[in-house]
């Protein structure tokens, strides 16, 4: 305890520390410390931030005895009472008629120039301390009150939420106290970045996760995204922290594939032969259709099909006449080729025999990675423990809240390594991770609880303290079909794969804390996943805790060519597109085994969120993809 109070009081004398390459203070800076920036009355800084919400304050009148001396003793005290309970009342009508301040005082100028009330100077006084303070708050991450002179800030209705701010001025602790410990009295505005009011998506009220989702680009600037981001990146720094200390060496996969790991149908195919069969079916090109749509074609086919009616009645020429069905054949032929473009599907033309992968800008079918592991085994054998970090994708149309097309993976291979190796290996980095936000995000985890979750703290210190429920795949059937205060969705038997109801059910109500469930059937797992003894079952595993579910999926992978191989054969897999990682077992093989964890679905975990689309900085679902 000493030591903490000794740190804290060092912090507390510890200068402003100013932002290299901006030369600005950044607000964590100052409001982060242990003493809220007290330490730092006085420092005079710039800050940059969004304005949160702002006010004009009405400032008492200060006793000025100069000023009453030279007044001399009030002779008409009716007078400056008077204009005093006036000012009030002309301010709203001023309001009303959208004036600013500036007239408002040039007004009574006149009139004090006038001198025909000797009261008039002193009220002028009066009304100079009324008009002359704005307030506003200022925010990046932390929020700062600012203090502005009517003299150097604009009128505060061009300083709506959102405004961004460059200001330079002295901290100092506000003339009332309130829940600002420390406020910016600004002698210079340096910039001021406008909003247009009527189309910017945020207010001062609290907004809706779900409609902030619309607005990717705005939403870092709402205090929950901010904390959830700032949570994002400590899991960030913390995972790369852990495999350098537990000496992995850090390996890119490639994004764009020949290798389906996961046998899934549901993939992002690569290709430049979309367009180019495209153009080869429909003659129109883009320039001939531009600003043309197919309503509009058919009305003029009907307008047409009048004016040709038109000049058989009336007998014309017939060269005018021949024009004119010519003109209306050559827009018939329009009409049915927009019909048919949409129509049209672009997948339809993967299934023709026109679309020639050799053809293709890689000579063969690619899509984006669903899965890094097979990859990284590669590097395993020759180097020994490997990790990546990065996004992968898939193509499945689903209204789960914890699946959207683009998700990061934490994914790692261990040489000469087993299954048992490989779930302690998931158990101390879970560990890890969670004991790193707790120690190290404490304010940001405080706020979510009141806002979001209250149970967060909790969650977070069962997954970093408490031993982790071993099962394996049978006796986690056993418990479910036990389970007779429920009705599940899919009726659990042997052989069916557990669902996301399944397994919560187990980590939440069963055992109430993380469970590993191991040793799946064969069918229900990926070909490289090593064959157990029995012939029925894998030597694979998934790592279920509460609220998520399961968060890593990971296996010992098969190391035996010929297993591999009939593995291969057995679920209709190309077998030359699995050449190079059959050579990895004709040459110098090694037992071998790794994991993916769902960086995404730790964020929601810790953030106490429902939805995955809200911890992830520019979501990518089906049907969604604006930014």
């Given at each position: 305890m000493a030591s903490d109070r000794e740190q804290a009081a060092a912090e507390n004398t510890m200068p402003v520390i100013v932002s290299r390459y901006s030369k600005r203070v950044v607000l964590k800076t100052i409001l982060g410390r242990s003493d809220c920036g007290l330490g730092l009355v006085g420092e005079r800084v710039v800050v940059l931030g969004w304005v949160k919400s702002a006010k004009e304050v009405r400032k008492e009148p200060v006793p000025n005895p100069d000023a009453a001396r030279d007044v001399g003793p009030p002779k008409d005290v009716s007078c400056l009472e008077v204009l005093q309970s006036r000012i009030p009342f002309f301010?709203?009508?001023?309001?009303?008629?959208?004036?600013?301040?500036?007239?408002?005082?040039?007004?009574?100028?006149?009139?004090?120039?006038?001198?025909?009330?000797?009261?008039?100077?002193?009220?002028?006084?009066?009304?100079?301390?009324?008009?002359?303070?704005?307030?506003?708050?200022?925010?990046?991450s932390f929020a700062l009150q600012i203090q502005v002179e009517s003299s150097i800030a604009p009128p505060i209705q061009l300083m709506p939420t959102g405004t961004c701010i460059l200001t330079e001025g002295i901290l100092q602790q506000p003339l009332v106290q309130g829940k600002q410990v420390i406020e910016l009295k600004a002698e210079k505005i340096l910039h001021i970045g406008t909003v247009d009011q009527e189309t910017y998506p945020l207010s001062k009220k609290r907004l809706p996760l779900e409609t902030l989702r619309d607005s990717a680009h705005f939403r870092p600037r709402t205090t929950t995204v901010a904390s959830v981001m700032r949570i994002r990146n400590a899991l960030t720094q913390a995972t790369h922290t852990f495999f350098k200390n537990q000496e992995f060496l850090y390996v890119e996969v490639p994004i764009i594939t020949t290798t389906d790991s996961e046998g899934s149908s549901e993939k992002f195919h690569v290709t430049t032969l979309l367009s180019k069969e495209i153009k080869k079916e429909q003659p129109i090109t883009m320039d001939d259709t531009k600003g043309v749509n197919l309503e509009a074609v058919k009305a003029s086919i009907m307008e047409k099909n009048k004016q040709v009616e038109e000049l058989k009645r009336t007998e014309s020429n017939k060269e005018a006449l021949a024009a004119a069905i010519q003109d209306l054949r050559e827009?018939?032929?329009?009409?049915?080729?927009?019909?048919?473009?949409?129509?049209?599907?672009?997948?339809?033309?993967?299934?023709?025999?026109?679309?020639?992968?050799?053809?293709?800008?890689?000579?063969?079918?690619?899509?984006?990675?669903?899965?890094?592991?097979?990859?990284?085994?590669?590097?395993?054998?020759?180097?020994?423990?490997?990790?990546?970090?990065?996004?992968?994708?898939?193509?499945?149309?689903?209204?789960?809240?914890?699946?959207?097309?683009?998700?990061?993976?934490?994914?790692?291979?261990?040489?000469?390594?087993?299954?048992?190796?490989?779930?302690?290996?998931?158990?101390?980095?879970?560990?890890?991770?969670?004991?790193?936000?707790?120690?190290?995000?404490?304010?940001?985890?405080?706020?979510?609880?009141?806002?979001?979750?209250?149970?967060?703290?909790?969650?977070?210190?069962?997954?970093?303290?408490?031993?982790?429920?071993?099962?394996?795949?049978?006796?986690?059937?056993?418990?479910?079909?036990?389970?007779?205060?429920?009705?599940?969705?899919?009726?659990?038997?042997?052989?069916?794969?557990?669902?996301?109801?399944?397994?919560?059910?187990?980590?939440?109500?069963?055992?109430?804390?993380?469970?590993?469930?191991?040793?799946?059937?064969?069918?229900?797992?990926?070909?490289?996943?090593?064959?157990?003894?029995d012939g029925k079952t894998v030597a694979a595993f998934d790592v279920v805790i509460p609220k998520v579910g399961a968060l890593i999926r990971g296996s010992q992978n098969e190391e035996r060519l010929n297993v591999l191989s009939t593995r291969i054969k057995e679920l209709g897999l190309q077998k030359q597109h699995y050449d190079w990682y059959l050579d990895l077992r004709r040459h110098g093989t090694v037992k071998h085994s790794g994991f993916s964890l769902g960086f995404d679905l730790m964020i929601l975990f810790a953030t106490g969120l429902n939805d995955v689309r809200d911890v992830i900085p520019f979501p990518r679902s089906c049907g969604k993809a604006n930014n």
């Amino acid at each position: 305890m000493a030591s903490d109070r000794e740190q804290a009081a060092a912090e507390n004398t510890m200068p402003v520390i100013v932002s290299r390459y901006s030369k600005r203070v950044v607000l964590k800076t100052i409001l982060g410390r242990s003493d809220c920036g007290l330490g730092l009355v006085g420092e005079r800084v710039v800050v940059l931030g969004w304005v949160k919400s702002a006010k004009e304050v009405r400032k008492e009148p200060v006793p000025n005895p100069d000023a009453a001396r030279d007044v001399g003793p009030p002779k008409d005290v009716s007078c400056l009472e008077v204009l005093q309970s006036r000012i009030p009342f002309f301010r709203t009508i001023l309001k009303a008629l959208g004036e600013t301040r500036s007239i408002f005082e040039r007004s009574w100028i006149r009139l004090f120039k006038s001198r025909q009330c000797p009261q008039l100077r002193l009220c002028k006084l009066v009304m100079v301390l009324v008009w002359q303070v704005f307030r506003f708050i200022l925010g990046d991450s932390f929020a700062l009150q600012i203090q502005v002179e009517s003299s150097i800030a604009p009128p505060i209705q061009l300083m709506p939420t959102g405004t961004c701010i460059l200001t330079e001025g002295i901290l100092q602790q506000p003339l009332v106290q309130g829940k600002q410990v420390i406020e910016l009295k600004a002698e210079k505005i340096l910039h001021i970045g406008t909003v247009d009011q009527e189309t910017y998506p945020l207010s001062k009220k609290r907004l809706p996760l779900e409609t902030l989702r619309d607005s990717a680009h705005f939403r870092p600037r709402t205090t929950t995204v901010a904390s959830v981001m700032r949570i994002r990146n400590a899991l960030t720094q913390a995972t790369h922290t852990f495999f350098k200390n537990q000496e992995f060496l850090y390996v890119e996969v490639p994004i764009i594939t020949t290798t389906d790991s996961e046998g899934s149908s549901e993939k992002f195919h690569v290709t430049t032969l979309l367009s180019k069969e495209i153009k080869k079916e429909q003659p129109i090109t883009m320039d001939d259709t531009k600003g043309v749509n197919l309503e509009a074609v058919k009305a003029s086919i009907m307008e047409k099909n009048k004016q040709v009616e038109e000049l058989k009645r009336t007998e014309s020429n017939k060269e005018a006449l021949a024009a004119a069905i010519q003109d209306l054949r050559e827009t018939n032929e329009l009409a049915l080729q927009l019909e048919a473009r949409e129509k049209s599907k672009p997948e339809d033309y993967l299934k023709t025999e026109k679309f020639r992968y050799s053809e293709d800008f890689f000579s063969r079918e690619t899509y984006l990675t669903v899965n890094g592991r097979l990859h990284l085994e590669s590097y395993a054998c020759a180097l020994g423990n490997v990790y990546s970090f990065g996004p992968r994708f898939q193509a499945e149309r689903s209204e789960s809240k914890k699946l959207v097309a683009e998700m990061w993976m934490i994914e790692l291979e261990m040489a000469l390594s087993q299954l048992e190796d490989a779930i302690n290996c998931a158990d101390y980095l879970l560990k890890f991770l969670f004991k790193w936000i707790l120690e190290n995000c404490s304010e940001d985890l405080t706020f979510l609880a009141k806002r979001v979750d209250k149970t967060i703290m909790e969650r977070l210190q069962l997954v970093a303290e408490s031993p982790f429920e071993n099962i394996s795949y049978a006796q986690a059937v056993d418990a479910l079909k036990k389970v007779t205060e429920k009705t599940f969705g899919t009726k659990i038997e042997w052989g069916v794969s557990l669902t996301e109801e399944h397994e919560s059910y187990l980590a939440d109500e069963v055992y109430k804390r993380p469970v590993v469930i191991y040793n799946p059937p064969k069918e229900l797992k990926p070909f490289y996943v090593r064959l157990n003894d029995d012939g029925k079952t894998v030597a694979a595993f998934d790592v279920v805790i509460p609220k998520v579910g399961a968060l890593i999926r990971g296996s010992q992978n098969e190391e035996r060519l010929n297993v591999l191989s009939t593995r291969i054969k057995e679920l209709g897999l190309q077998k030359q597109h699995y050449d190079w990682y059959l050579d990895l077992r004709r040459h110098g093989t090694v037992k071998h085994s790794g994991f993916s964890l769902g960086f995404d679905l730790m964020i929601l975990f810790a953030t106490g969120l429902n939805d995955v689309r809200d911890v992830i900085p520019f979501p990518r679902s089906c049907g969604k993809a604006n930014n």
